[in-house]
């Protein structure tokens, strides 16, 4: 398995764009989490998916950023539109028993905004 | 407010010594906690977990202790190498009812040769 894919890499945009993550989790895993670290405020969880359906969306920052999961195969977050302080790296992870079991990070996309 | 808190500061060891990093948590009662791994520039890596019912767990040279008295888990990696050299988080089950986990800010180690 190839694990946890992610895309864009590196993403560089200017303020007031939308920006669009990727993720792809591990084939046959049924949860899917969104999260993102920063050097203040370290890793943090901002939304949570189970079998496709958004369980826990409180670590979202504000209503700019948004997630979706429209099938097992495949999530995005959107921020729209996207600001300086957004800039951070944001990692997608994904588990077969939610948070009790391993998860499994993909290697993040680095997001600047200028 | 939920906490948790890991030593901030680079944590130096000598190869071949024990390594003990430390985590404390407040107004928590989690039901698992687990330690992850992260290199540069990349995605943290999942090491070990232990439940609260557990007081110990090993794998190779890593081991992991939880208190749940003291709201403390210890990690220790027995003789150490400069291949250990990384960042360690530790991260709880959310109180929250989420089934996300919520991690430290973790402690950066170095093994010196």
């Known amino acids: 398995d190839a694990g946890v894919i992610q895309s864009p890499r590196h993403e560089v945009t200017e303020m007031g764009q939308e920006v669009t993550l990727r993720c792809k989790p591990i084939s046959g895993h049924n949860s899917l989490f969104w999260y993102r670290q920063t050097m203040m405020r370290g890793l943090e969880l901002l939304i949570y998916?189970?079998?496709?359906?958004?369980?826990?969306d409180s670590g979202m920052p504000e209503d700019r950023f948004s997630a979706k999961m429209p099938n097992a195969s495949f999530s995005t977050l959107k921020i729209q539109p996207s600001e300086p302080r957004d800039s951070a790296v944001y990692f997608c992870?994904?588990?077969?028993?939610?948070?009790?079991?391993?998860?499994?990070f993909g290697p993040g996309t680095r997001l600047t905004v200028l | 407010s939920q906490k948790i808190e890991q030593n901030s500061e680079a944590l130096n060891i000598q190869e071949g010594k024990t390594a003990t990093l430390t985590c404390n948590y407040t107004n928590y009662s989690p039901a698992y906690l687990q330690w992850y791994r992260q290199d540069p520039g990349r995605g943290p890596v999942f090491l070990l977990l232990i439940r609260e019912n557990e007081k110990e767990k090993r794998k190779e040279r890593l081991k992991v202790t939880f208190d749940t008295t003291l709201k403390q888990s210890l990690f220790h990696i027995t003789a150490s190498q400069p291949a250990d050299s990384a960042t360690y988080l530790c991260a709880l089950l959310s109180g929250g009812g989420a089934d996300g986990l919520t991690f430290g800010k973790g402690t950066h180690l170095i093994i010196q040769p």
């Open positions: 992870a994904s588990s077969d028993r939610g948070g009790i079991d391993t998860q499994y």
């Open positions: 998916f189970n079998n496709n359906v958004p369980i826990d």
